[in-house]
């Protein structure tokens, strides 16, 4: 299978993933700068993973530049990250509705750990379809005989 149908899921995902934090933005009630206040910890935990699934989204990008063609095992590691980046909203808007408490900065760090862990399974496994070479990996496609299929005997 080739990368672009996987590149172009991981992005849109990682899109939702951004939206979604966004959408948890909310105007403050007032019309002055001192309404801003309160919102901080919740700009600020923003901030924080906007840059964090940037991260991700730009070594995704460097990392499929480097390969052709994904193997089953690559798109299943690749869900695996995208399951721990997808929970990045959850915790940043605990992390900052809460003021950066013990328990949800806790559980944004986990999210952090998990998602980095889990980015050595895809980065790991595209290595692995890059050295094998085409044909060779688990899970490639394989090219139809020329002549068509083979009868049964």
Request: net charge negative; hydrophobic share 50%.
């Amino acid at each position: 299978m080739g990368k672009e149908r996987l590149a172009a899921f991981s992005d849109g995902v990682l899109a939702i993933i951004i939206t979604i934090m966004v959408l948890e933005l909310r105007a403050p009630h007032g019309d002055g700068l001192a309404a801003l206040r309160p919102l901080l910890p919740v700009f600020l935990s923003y901030v924080l993973s906007f840059i964090y699934i940037g991260i991700y989204w730009n070594n995704h990008h460097h990392l499929l530049a480097v390969t052709e063609r994904v193997s089953g095992a690559v798109l299943w590691a690749n869900m695996h990250l995208l399951f721990w980046l997808s929970l990045v909203p959850f915790a940043t808007g605990w992390l900052g509705e809460t003021y950066f408490a013990p328990a949800p900065t806790a559980a944004y760090g986990v999210v952090l750990l998990a998602a980095a862990l889990m980015w050595l399974i895809p980065d790991r496994r595209i290595e692995r379809v890059v050295s094998e070479g085409p044909g060779e990996s688990e899970g490639a496609e394989r090219p139809a005989p020329a002549d068509g299929p083979t009868p049964a005997r």
